[in-house]
């Protein structure tokens, strides 16, 4: 064989073998199992029976049956929800663990310090899943019939009305901050208890005066009479309650509350797994029949994009952060 052919030959086996490594990548992944080829855990920070845990088991169950997936929703309270939030920060970002959480997310920064998690860098936002409509609630003996008789009654009797709320950054004591800022109450008077049935007897026995509470939790004392509803905290009025006004319109403009819950995966989870998950919940979430559900529970249905979501977080925490180092009137 003549050297210039073995060169040749030499020369056309190496480049055939270059191309043959170069296709191992494309080759690889197409043999990587499609996404999800195992069961995705959704860890929910909250006690089972909430509304992130209803939530929940409704869009997995939805989802799952779909896409022929295992989804486990996984309960871990405790610490404030930072224990659950804090297992997802830690997970791999891989798809396979989920958090759904409430709105605390945008309110932990600003109350807890040293959190093990940075809130704006360790998830990526995938969409919100509800809102959780808030109802201005009083003592019924009280002589407060509106929200006017009740900026009315505070600014006359300055420190007399009791206002209670679920703890330091909870959506209540934030409601009810918000509400004195515009609304000019002087002498705020906070009692904080551990939750809201807590809460309610007290209120219902005129120990307490005033509450902002979830419509889901108090509305079977307004349906009693236990407890006198004057108007609801959401930009428009609740489906469970369509005669009672919003604050906005009962003489505070621009007065504007609502809990939420959404859908996060850890920082650096792929983009089409984010997208994938976030396509299924609006599919699930907008349907007539879990619209109906929902607002059975005293909830909203609700999506938005992981870019929306994530913009929507951001300025919680800077909204919030203002009302709360805000000097008390």
Known sequence: MKRSDF??????????????????????????PAWPSQPIRLIVPTAPGGPSDLVARTWTRAVGAEWNAIFVVDNKPGASQIIGTQAVASAAPDGYTLLQAASSMATMPLVVDHLPFDVNKDFVAISQTHLTPLVVVVDPKLPIKSMADLIRYAKEHPGA?????????????????????KAGLPNLLEVPYK???????????GRLSVMIDPVSA??????????????????????????LPTVAESGVPG???????GVFAPAGTPKDVVNRVYQALRKTLETPETKTKFSDWGLVAKTSTPAEFDSFVRSEVSRWRAVMLAPKT
């Open 255 to 261: 007065y504007e509350v609502s809990s939420w819950g």
């Open 161 to 181: 009305l009791s206002f209670g709320h679920t703890g330091e950054g909870s959506s209540q004591q934030l409601a009810t901050r918000l509400l004195a800022q």
């Open 195 to 205: 939750g809201s049935s807590q809460a309610h007897p007290d209120l219902i026995g």
């Open 7 to 32: 060169h040749l030959r030499r020369g056309i086996l190496a480049s055939a073998c270059l191309s043959g490594l170069g296709a191992l990548p494309a080759l690889v992944r197409a043999a990587a």
């Open 218 to 243: 108090v509305a079977p004392h307004i349906k009693s009479g236990a407890l006198r509803a004057l108007a609801v905290t959401t930009s428009a009025r609740v489906e469970a309650f369509p005669d």
